[in-house]
């Protein structure tokens, strides 16, 4: 693994984008602040040293569609090492962190070809060491650190260390021998959910993920899959 520590950037993602040729696979960065960094479906938001930007670049990797379900099982499993198991990270569908109910990390995996090598960054944020007062503030209620939920302080270059190295174990493996550490991680299946599409939405109930990491679920019209690039999922009466 390569790695990169950077003082300041607009985005992790976009500095590997705009260095891709010269960076070898499995390159890693990170900064001690983000400036415009990206979220799913054109959210943004900055990162300070109170948070952990990070971007992973992935040369060619094996089945890029299911990438993302690959990042988020293994961040969770990277956070659980840092706060030493005492804590369970969940995932609401597809990739976001939750501990105790709170989101504490998002993700956004980009591809781009270059010739014949695909290539995909996967942009991680995680909510290191903000005060419950931070998230209030921002207007951001289902928004947690995991300072705030657990009492842990970590160390930022340690816990970039350790995702990286986790999110690129998972990400050589194929899709099928992280599924069921994925599904189990999955907090939306078994629960009403709302499907948000474009301003609209509708009700559904979440049955489960498919071996494709689409979420599988049933209406009043029968059942359907939803992918994490068209919809935005929250629950029926709350975040998750």
């Not at 942009?123 to 931070?134: L, V």
């Not at 959910?193 to 009700?203: F, P």
């Amino acid at each position: 693994m390569n790695t990169i520590f950077l003082n300041e950037v607009d985005s992790t993602n976009n500095y590997i984008k705009a260095h891709c040729n010269e960076l070898p696979d499995k390159t890693a960065v990170t900064a001690k602040r983000q400036l415009a960094g990206k979220g799913r479906l054109g959210h943004s938001w900055e990162g300070s040293e109170e948070m952990l930007p990070l971007s992973i670049l992935l040369k060619n990797p094996k089945e890029p569609e299911n990438l993302p379900a690959r990042v988020g099982l293994a961040v969770c499993e990277a956070l659980e090492s840092a706060v030493c198991g005492e804590f369970h990270a969940g995932l609401k569908w597809p990739n976001d962190i939750i501990l105790d109910n709170h989101k504490v990390c998002g993700i956004l995996c980009e591809s781009a070809r270059y010739g014949a090598c695909l290539n995909v960054i996967c942009g991680i944020g995680i909510n290191i060491s903000q005060s419950e007062d931070y998230f209030r503030q921002a207007g951001l209620p289902n928004g947690g650190s995991i300072l705030s939920l657990t009492g842990v302080k970590i160390d930022r270059n340690e816990l970039f260390e350790k995702v990286a190295e986790r999110v690129i174990f998972r990400c050589a493996m194929p899709f099928r021998e992280c599924f069921d550490e994925y599904r189990k991680r999955v907090l939306n299946i078994g629960r009403e959910v709302r499907l948000i599409r474009n301003g609209s939405e509708k009700i559904a109930f979440a049955e489960d993920v498919s071996e494709q990491g689409f979420l599988i679920c049933r209406d009043e019209n029968g059942i359907f899959e939803v992918n994490s690039g068209e919809v935005s999922v929250r629950g029926k009466e709350g975040y998750i």
